[in-house]
């Protein structure tokens, strides 16, 4: 039997030591939020906000949506790296795109 932390909950309340126990999770809808969110090829952007916000509050899902919009833009900011970097080097250690490499890195 599922005993809360090591205590026996319903023991207890029987005993009037405790009044209610409180659930953390919600196993069954938790299952529901991770089969749709731990996604491991799944964009950043394309997380379900709604259902974190419906879980977890709107604090979380907020965090998870910047953390979201962060990525994305971190990887545009790689992208442009990355291409600057393969031009520098196809071209020669003075090529014109240095400056612009220095500037976006």
Not at 53 to 61: L, Q
Request: with cysteine.
């Amino acid at each position: 039997q599922d005993q809360g932390a090591g205590l026996a909950l319903e023991k207890l309340i029987r005993q009037k030591a405790l009044f209610y126990a409180f659930p953390l999770n919600d196993r069954n809808e938790l299952q529901l939020v991770q089969k749709k969110w731990l996604i491991y090829w799944a964009w950043p952007w394309r997380q379900p906000f709604e259902d974190i916000k419906d879980y977890f509050g709107e604090k979380v899902a907020l965090y998870f949506v910047f953390l979201g919009h962060y990525t994305a833009m971190v990887m545009v900011a790689a992208f442009v790296g990355t291409l600057f970097y393969v031009v520098t080097i196809i071209d020669s250690p003075n090529s014109v795109s240095i400056p612009f490499f220095c500037i976006f890195m």
